[in-house]
């Protein structure tokens, strides 16, 4: 039916809203039934650049949810959905699994494999805890239990997860750099952490959100902030990676300012983990994904 076009200012509840609220109930509802068939999730993988030799030097892993109707289902629809729901600790696991399973593969295939950085979120540790389960724990077991070395798994939380998980979240994450695990902090940037406690955190990478990459390239303001947030977390012995780098002006911006890594469509999209092996076996420099087959 067509309606004004000004109807949702009118109706309090539109079809639109309908819809949206719809398709969640669906979700919902899929996403119970999907933990039975864990066949539905999938990761991707985004290499992580070296910027002055400009080869890979790790990766993320970016989870996918396969819907049967309503195919590939992004991680911004389902994984908030998952934390309300609990189906994330069990995810979560999943998620780790499966990078283990890769790390193997990578270092069966290629004789050694690169580091995989696997997202996780607050709620898992929440979650875990009242299960009185321990994510550090089931790591550290699944670990021994596909024989792989602590320094090829990473974690990565965002800046806002921390903040609103603290206490529990700043001791997990201790206990994942006890056992030789490495901690990004995700999205920097975009949530309150304040520069005077950077140093206190158990992190040991800096991820800069990419609003700020994506800015920096045309405001000159923009760049001094960008260049600050690169200088401060060289100060405080943290690695930095850049987000979402998409243009030839980001990368030369950022090696200007000496950002050591970065991430992002320029140099390759998430992609699976057989591409992501092909990219490994080509040697050099990794080439702009534009340029590339
Ligand atoms: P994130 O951890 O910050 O991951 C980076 C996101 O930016 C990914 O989106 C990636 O595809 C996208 N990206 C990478 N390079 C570029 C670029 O150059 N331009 C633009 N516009 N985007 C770029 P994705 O895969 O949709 O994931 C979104 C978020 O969902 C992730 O943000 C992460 O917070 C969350 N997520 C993904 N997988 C998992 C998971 O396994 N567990 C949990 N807890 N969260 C996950
Ligand atoms: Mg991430
Ligand atoms: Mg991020
Ligand atoms: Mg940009």
């Not at 200012?9 to 899929?30: G, K, T, W, Y």
């Not at 997202?119 to 009242?130: K, T």
């Amino acid at each position: 039916a067509s309606l004004p076009k000004n109807s949702n200012e009118i109706c309090q509840f539109s079809p639109a809203m309908a819809e949206v609220a719809f398709r969640r109930h669906q979700l919902e509802r899929d996403l119970r039934s999907a933990m039975t068939q864990p066949d539905q999730f999938h990761l991707m993988y985004q290499p992580k650049i070296d910027l002055v030799t400009e080869t890979i030097i790790g990766c993320e892993a970016l989870m996918r949810w396969q819907h049967p109707i309503h195919g590939l289902i992004p991680p911004m629809e389902f994984i908030p959905l998952a934390e309300e729901k609990g189906q994330i600790v069990d995810l979560g696991l999943l998620v780790i699994e499966q990078a283990l399973t890769f790390i193997r593969r990578m270092n069966d295939t290629l004789g050694r494999p690169i580091p995989i950085a696997v997202n996780v979120s607050g709620y898992q540790f929440e979650l875990m805890r009242a299960k009185k389960m321990s994510l550090v724990t089931e790591i550290q077991r699944m670990l021994t239990e596909h024989a792989i070395d602590p320094e090829w798994l990473e974690v990565e939380i965002t800046e806002t997860a921390l903040m609103s998980h603290f206490d529990l979240v700043v001791e997990q994450l201790s206990q994942l750099r006890g056992i030789g695990i490495k901690v990004a902090l995700d999205d920097f940037g975009t949530g309150y952490s304040s520069f005077s406690y950077l140093q206190k955190l158990p992190i040991s990478t800096l991820k800069i959100d990419r609003s700020f990459v994506d800015k920096a390239s045309d405001d000159r303001r923009q760049t001094a902030l960008l260049h600050s947030i690169i200088t401060l977390a060289e100060a405080l012995d943290l690695t930095t990676v850049a987000e979402g780098v998409e243009t030839l002006a980001d990368i030369d911006l950022l090696k200007n300012l000496r950002c050591p890594l970065a991430q992002g469509y320029y140099y390759s999209r998430p992609v699976s983990d057989t591409a992501m092996l092909d990219l490994l076996k080509t040697p050099g420099k990794l080439s702009p994904a534009h340029e590339r087959r």
